[in-house]
T-cell receptor, first 114, second 115 residues
Framework: AQSVTQPDIHITVSEGASLELRCNYS??????LFWYVQSPGQGLQLLLK??????LVQGIKGFEAEFKRSQSSFNLRKPSVHWSDAAEYFCAVGSTDSWGKLQFGAGTQVVVTP | DGGITQSPKYLFRKEGQNVTLSCEQNLNHDAMYWYRQDPGQGLRLIYYSQIVNDFQKGDIAEGYSVSREKKESFPLTVTSAQKNPTAFYLCASSSGTGSSYNEQFFGPGTRLTVL
């Protein structure tokens, strides 16, 4: 069965510190990978995506993610977090044989402390 | 500005009543989706539509119905058969058709509370 796992439900990080959010997936076909961010009571905004090519992808707001096929992972990173990065982050996976349908992880809530 | 609108933002209904959530997009996207979001469970797909006058059940379609009579509109009806309808509902759209794969753009969501 296809699945997406975000092992960390909640992460607390100090402003200015680095951040890494983990995402592992289990998919039979070639995966298409996404990271979205959601502020409270809002919709989701796309941070970055991976379809093919360079396995290190850059996104908006200073985020980047690295696709590691051997580890079935797509971890999100930011070198220095800002208070405005406090939000919930979702990893999502699709594939060539499930057009249009994304499987979402349960999300990681990020809290930024002064 | 192009985007997806959902209305209303907050909706309150009595148990046993049907309620319809609106989703409109002006992105000229072919595909549209409805998700339900509950705390700690991520997003779960209710229904999706790849083209006008066609739609498919997602993972949790029971108790919900949709229509796709126009390209820009994809309303969701939460029926009285839905056992636990209180949730945050998100509508999304994407431009791809066939085997092309595109990212989904999301609306701001509707929070439905059933009293």
């Amino acid at each position: 069965a296809q699945s997406v796992t975000q092992p960390d439900i909640h992460i607390t990080v100090s402003e200015g510190a680095s951040l890494e959010l983990r995402c592992n997936y289990s998919y039979g076909a070639t995966p298409y990978l996404f990271w979205y961010v959601q502020s409270p009571g809002q919709g989701l905004q796309l941070l970055l995506k991976y379809f093919s090519g360079d396995t290190l992808v850059q996104g908006i707001k200073g985020f980047e993610a690295e696709f590691k096929r051997s580890q079935s992972s797509f971890n999100l990173r930011k070198p220095s977090v800002h208070w405005s990065d406090a939000a919930e982050y979702f990893c999502a996976v699709g594939s060539t044989d499930s057009w249009g349908k994304l499987q979402f992880g349960a999300g990681t809530q990020v809290v930024v402390t002064p | 500005d192009g985007g997806i609108t959902q209305s209303p933002k907050y909706l309150f209904r009595k148990e046993g009543q049907n309620v319809t959530l609106s989703c409109e997009q002006n992105l000229n996207h072919d595909a549209m989706y409805w998700y339900r979001q509950d705390p700690g469970q991520g997003l779960r797909l209710i229904y999706y539509s790849q083209i006008v006058n066609d739609f498919q059940k997602g993972d949790i379609a029971e108790g919900y119905s949709v229509s796709r009579e126009k390209k820009e509109s994809f309303p969701l009806t939460v029926t009285s058969a839905q056992k636990n309808p209180t949730a945050f509902y998100l509508c999304a759209s994407s431009s791809g058709t066939g085997s092309s794969y595109n990212e989904q753009f999301f609306g701001p969501g509707t929070r439905l509370t059933v009293l």
